[in-house]
């Protein structure tokens, strides 16, 4: 062993003494954001343009103190869960390429069928798939090609899928990230595809959610504090200078079992930018998918506006959230189960590395990994020299 863990006992009870104290002061702040979120509840049409330039929450036309309860749970509707896993390309290994797996379920409430689930890997490894440019797909790179595959995936199933109420989900955020250095054009044709994606699923007449659990976003907590700073982003900044923001989801840990918040928009630049135009601006809420007399256990729900404003759409959103949550305790089945079928343990990455230093000696190349990558496979498998 050599992480000497006797080192590290001052600095670990330093920090549980930090956080307890942090935790004092999120209590504290909780309450006015409560006060301020009744207070000012009715403010959200004067708040919209300063809480776009704060990067706060933009109010929506819904009341700030709203509280939805749980709809009626459809007796029978399908929820579709995506959820996808790589390898990365290891300039170290024998061969250069990466792998993209997505899971998904396929869950018709009521029906008495077993789920579907389906397990669909990628194997990348030609120049063209290996590459942007002169860029190794890794990284980031690599993290939206996954996203791209499991919105496409999504998409498909709905395609395939009976009309009748449809909930298609993903586990995360709908805003695609793109790494900002990249060239304006090839940025716009990856938003694109996702976008492009998002619309099948409109077509197919299902909604879409992004489900996010434990959130951290502070959106609505800067919302709150710029209410009561009477939309003053100078006084926002200096207020929040200097300390951890106040997560939402402390805000809302007051909601009732199955109740969601009130309805907001992203702040985020590439929500205005490229979904907005596209039909696809994301709004979100949040929820508690707790059961009764259970703790709370609150989620963030990310869906395209045009779900936010279709009722129908918006209630089975939130009822079918809620119903999966409550099947495995705070996090939707479906998701649950594709995110099993995507993983790919340590032995799973073993064999396909042995596929592949097997396949390239029956094509006559003889398998070389680096000085590098050789060592750390002796000692890492407890051999020594």
């Known amino acids: 062993m050599t992480l000497r863990l006797n080192r590290l006992t001052l600095p670990v009870e330093r920090m549980a003494e930090v956080l307890a104290t942090r935790e004092e002061d999120f209590a504290r702040r909780m309450r006015e954001a409560r006060a301020w979120r009744r207070a000012y509840a009715d403010r959200g049409a004067t708040l919209r343009e300063v809480a776009r330039e704060a990067n706060a929450a933009i109010p929506t036309e819904e009341p700030l103190d709203t509280v939805v309860p749980l709809p009626p749970i459809p007796e029978r509707f399908t929820v579709i869960g995506a959820d996808g896993s790589t390898i990365p390309p290891d300039r170290h290994g024998a061969a250069l390429y990466y792998v993209i797996n997505i899971g998904s379920l396929v869950y018709r409430h009521g029906s008495g069928e077993t789920p579907e689930a389906h397990s669909i890997p990628h194997l990348g490894y030609t120049e063209e798939e290996l590459f942007e440019g002169t860029t190794l797909v890794s990284g980031n790179l690599l993290d939206v090609r996954r996203d791209q595959a499991e919105v496409n995936h999504l998409a498909e199933l709905v395609e395939q899928e009976p009309e009748g109420p449809t909930l298609a989900l993903v586990d995360g955020t709908l805003l695609l990230w793109v790494l900002e250095n990249l060239p304006l054009d090839t940025r716009k044709k990856k938003v694109q595809r996702y976008l492009d994606a998002l619309t099948r699923v409109q077509k197919g007449k299902a909604a879409v959610a992004g489900f996010i659990s434990r959130p951290r976003h502070a959106e609505v907590s800067r919302l709150l504090l710029l209410a009561h700073l009477d939309g003053n982003t100078e006084k926002v900044q200096e207020a929040e200078r200097g300390r951890l923001p106040l997560p939402d989801r402390v805000i809302f840990a007051d909601l009732p079992p199955g109740g969601r918040s ?79 079928l995507a993983y790919i343990s340590g032995p799973e990455r073993q064999r396909l590395q042995e596929m592949v230093e097997t396949a390239l000696l029956r094509a006559g190349l003889m398998p070389s990994p680096s000085p590098k990558a050789f060592y750390k496979s002796m000692t890492r498998s407890g051999r020594r020299w």
């Open 262 to 340: 009130a309805l907001f928009t992203s702040p985020s630049s590439i929500n205005h930018t490229y979904y907005e135009p596209a039909g696809h601006e994301v709004w979100f809420f949040y929820v508690n998918v707790a059961a009764e007399e259970e703790d709370p256990v609150i989620a963030r729900i990310e869906v395209p506006v045009w779900v936010a404003r279709s009722p129908d759409l918006l209630s089975l959103v939130h009822a079918g959230v809620v119903a999966q949550s409550r099947i495995a305790g705070g996090y939707p089945y479906a998701l649950a189960r594709a995110d099993e």
